[in-house]
């Protein structure tokens, strides 16, 4: 009976998510790996052999994903960007790779990647020429999907350079629907609102959800905590257009996660993980995974911030408090399962030295339970304490840092304990400890 009550929860939190594509995928986050961010358009396989975006990058990635943990930790997708192919069609019209780079074929290469447990990604572009100048999938849209089913292709990420902003409410719907006729389930990933955003459309989030499995709102990431900040900046500021349109089978995407490169410290690497968990965004790292830091990887690889991520409400938390008396520091909240829980992210977009000391109550975030609350800190799942919702809780929060939660409300009887077990990777209070 609960559990009937509680898949009904899942699937309908909102009338609004119960439309979405319906290919059955993406019912959490999609996670997983792209080659933009870090690798670009560098097709100089002469200079740099182990960086150009090749079939020798794309094998040794995926062979790292898995050898050093990404994979087990739900990592999923493999994504090649733009620049993977030919500069013109074959003879039949269809695209091909450039076989200096790729010179088994991307069917072979999505193979191997298949073979290492892993899902395999291409790139398209919905106007004339890929945002690098190759071929576009304008007036090839059906063939193309075809093609990239033939290949094994499992997520499409579908551009927008070289279109007209016009074309888009017929171009990306028209795009999944050749991707469904192929009968091969491929996540759609799409450019869409960014596009309108660009252009100065407003975006219509009721027919982008039923288009796609995410879809980018904003400019291209770059390897910088500016780059990061101003993206959660545009994501506050558009709250109330596009939030609660996100839900299983669909997501909003601020772009791919940065950490594990050259631009972030340690806390700003630990802050985006915390945002992307808390926005219910996917999480696509863009890094040499054979060659990380480990505490880069430990904050890609905490399962529990992970499991705020992948929680299967799939609700994108919302900014809950700016404290006036200091400007720059943010609340956020986002309802997890069992019902009833919340993470937390306190972020303090401050650079001055030093921590800053934060106090609040449940009740100031709109969290409420009679029981009162667990909270444990989400990164190393240490309980802090038993709180109700008007105790005050006291955190210190490093400069470009978070200090992040989970609230869970306290335990009275033996069904709820019999629940909760199910989704122990996410209740983390240690034992013994209080
Ligand atoms: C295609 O769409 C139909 C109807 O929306 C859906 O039932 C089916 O699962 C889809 N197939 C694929 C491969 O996406
Ligand atoms: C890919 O092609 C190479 C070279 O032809 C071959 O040795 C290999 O078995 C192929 N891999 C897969 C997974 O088909
Ligand atoms: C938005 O898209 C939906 C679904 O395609 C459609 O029913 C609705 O009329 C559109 N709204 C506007 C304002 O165009």
Redesign the pocket.
């Known amino acids: 009976m609960h559990f009937l009550l509680l898949n009904l929860t899942v699937l309908c939190w909102l009338v609004k998510i119960c439309?979405s594509l319906d290919n059955g995928l993406a019912l959490t986050p999609p996670m997983g790996w792209l080659t933009w961010q870090r690798f670009r358009c560098n097709i100089d396989c002469k200079i740099d052999p182990e960086n150009c975006i090749s079939e020798h990058l794309i094998k040794r990635q995926s062979d790292c994903l898995v050898s050093e943990g990404y994979h087990d930790v739900g990592y999923e997708y493999v994504t090649i960007d733009d620049c993977w192919s030919d500069t013109e069609r074959d003879k039949n019209g269809r695209l091909q790779p450039n076989y200096d780079r790729f010179p088994n074929g991307i069917k072979n290469l999505s193979d191997y990647v298949h073979s290492k447990g892993l899902k395999f990604g291409i790139y398209a572009d919905f106007g004339s020429k890929t945002c690098a100048g190759y071929p576009g999938s304008e007036y090839h849209m059906k063939l193309d999907a075809q093609t990239f089913a033939d290949w094994g292709v499992d997520l499409l990420k579908f551009d927008g350079c070289n279109s007209d902003i016009k074309d888009a409410?017929k171009g990306y719907?028209a795009m999944a629907k050749y991707l469904n006729m192929t009968g091969r389930p491929i996540l759609y990933s799409c450019e869409w609102p960014f596009y309108n955003w660009k252009n100065g459309v407003?975006s219509?989030?009721?027919?982008?959800r039923?288009?796609c499995n995410m879809w980018r709102n904003h400019w291209d990431i770059q390897d910088s905590w500016q780059s990061v900040k101003g993206v959660i900046q545009y994501f506050v500021k558009s709250d109330k257009q596009f939030r609660s349109f996100a839900g299983p089978g669909g997501w909003n995407d601020p772009d791919m996660l940065v950490i594990g490169n050259y631009g972030l410290s340690y806390d700003e690497e630990r802050a985006q993980m915390a945002m992307w968990a808390i926005l219910a965004s996917p999480l696509i790292m863009s890094l040499d995974a054979c060659n990380v830091r480990p505490l880069s990887k430990s904050i890609l690889q905490n399962k529990n911030v992970i499991a705020v991520n992948q929680d299967k409400l799939g609700i994108q938390g919302s900014l809950k408090l700016v404290q006036e008396s200091v400007y720059k520091l943010q609340i956020w909240t986002k309802p997890l399962l069992p019902k009833g829980s919340y993470a937390i992210v306190v972020l303090n977009l401050h650079q001055g030295g030093g921590q800053l000391h934060v106090n609040f109550t449940l009740n100031d975030l709109d969290i409420y339970d009679s029981k009162g609350f667990n909270v444990s800190e989400t990164f190393e799942g240490r309980h802090i304490g038993f709180y109700k919702s008007n105790d005050v809780i006291k955190c210190r929060v490093n400069p470009s840092g978070v200090f992040m939660m989970t609230a869970r409300p306290a335990i009275t009887n033996d069904s709820n304990l019999r629940f909760i077990s199910k989704y122990k990777h996410t209740y983390v209070g240690k034992k013994g400890e209080k």
């Open positions: 439309n409410p719907p407003k219509n989030f009721t027919a982008i039923n288009t």
